[in-house]
């Protein structure tokens, strides 16, 4: 049976969202296994190479994303135990048999959970436990491209150079500007704009509206009988909004938002190229989750929401 490693990223950032990594290897003996390390001894280009190779070689891999908005809501210590067991929820998904557990530190986050008993944690078990290496780099490596696309949305801030962590350029960024929807308001550093209403109307980004319509079609496909298995799910090459399973069949829905619906449907966005975008997605993260393609059928699937209450108008299955 074989070990199971998870490891953080994104603990003492202002901004952006906290990363749990979860990694099952085939074979940790493997050559290319030699290569792995603790993240942060390894440069942006390497983590990137063995990001891939990761992807590509392990038994399974899964993230845990806690939002900035829910670590405000619930504390860091509960943020980090919720973000491993959401890891830990999309490793059960693919079905692939773990014995141990091993978590870097000192802290259990599965406490209190049916896998509480098959946790160890280990000190530097990053640098010194190959699946927990791995778990590590793919952590870091999705929540730093989480956050250079973020400075497209956020450009004032700089989360391109230093992904959210308290820099003195972030820190002159936060004095000129103030926070954004994406800063931890209940971090100390912040603090003092805790009262300032950072999602306020003329604040909010694109970005902001398209989360806040897939969180409503995420809620409207729950409510229908789904269970949703990633959210705003982003690799280097593709991105898709919600991945849900229902029955025997996985579901891949593009969410698409008009504020009016005087210019016709937000639907009418889902064009043949946009079509063969999603095609390519689906066959993607079901190359990568193998044993989701053996268990489910796929199917493409649009949700339209529209209006400032973002109320889910449709959701079609496109083939």
């Known amino acids: 049976m074989a070990i199971l490693g998870i490891d ?33 001894q390894l440069t942006a280009k390497k983590r990137e190479v063995l990001n891939q190779v990761i992807l590509e070689n392990a038994a399974a891999v899964g993230l845990g994303w806690v939002s900035s908005k829910e670590l405000d809501q619930i504390g860091l210590s509960k943020s980090l135990a919720l973000a491993t067991r959401r890891a830990v929820k999309q490793i059960q998904i693919t079905k692939v048999p773990f014995s141990e557990i091993i978590i870097d530190g000192t802290i259990n986050f599965l406490t209190n959970t049916p896998f509480e008993n098959y946790v160890t944690t280990l000190k530097k078990a990053d640098a010194l436990i190959k699946e927990v290496s791995a778990a590590s780099i793919v952590a870091k490596v999705a929540r730093d491209n989480y956050m250079i696309n973020l400075a497209k949305d956020y450009p004032n801030y700089g989360f391109e150079k230093h992904v959210g962590y308290g820099t003195a350029l972030h820190r002159a960024a936060l004095k000129n500007y103030g926070p954004c929807p994406e800063h931890r308001l209940s971090f100390k550093p912040l603090a ?29 496909l729950s409510s229908h009988g789904h269970e949703i298995i990633a959210r705003n799910y982003k690799t280097k090459f593709y991105e898709i909004d919600i991945v849900s399973i229902k029955d025997q069949t996985i579901y891949f829905t593009e969410v ?19 079509l063969r975008q999603m ?5 993607n993260f079901l190359h990568v989750f193998p044993s989701l393609a053996k268990k489910y059928s796929p199917v493409l699937a649009a949700a339209a929401v529209s209006g400032t209450n973002f109320n889910v108008d449709d959701w079609l299955i496109l083939n």
Do not use: H, M
């Open 192 to 220: 003092k704009f805790s009262d300032v209403k950072a999602e306020s109307k003329n604040n909010l980004t694109t970005k902001d509206l398209g989360n806040k319509a897939e969180t409503k079609v995420a809620e409207y």
């Open 8 to 40: 953080e990223v994104g603990r003492g950032p202002w901004a952006g969202p906290l990363v749990i990594g979860a990694v099952i290897l085939n074979d940790a003996t493997a050559s290319w296994c030699d290569d792995l390390a603790d993240s942060k």
């Open 256 to 274: 698409k938002y008009r504020k009016k619906q005087d210019r016709g449907t937000s639907l009418e966005q889902i064009t043949p190229q946009k």
């Open 279 to 283: 095609k390519f997605a689906a066959e």
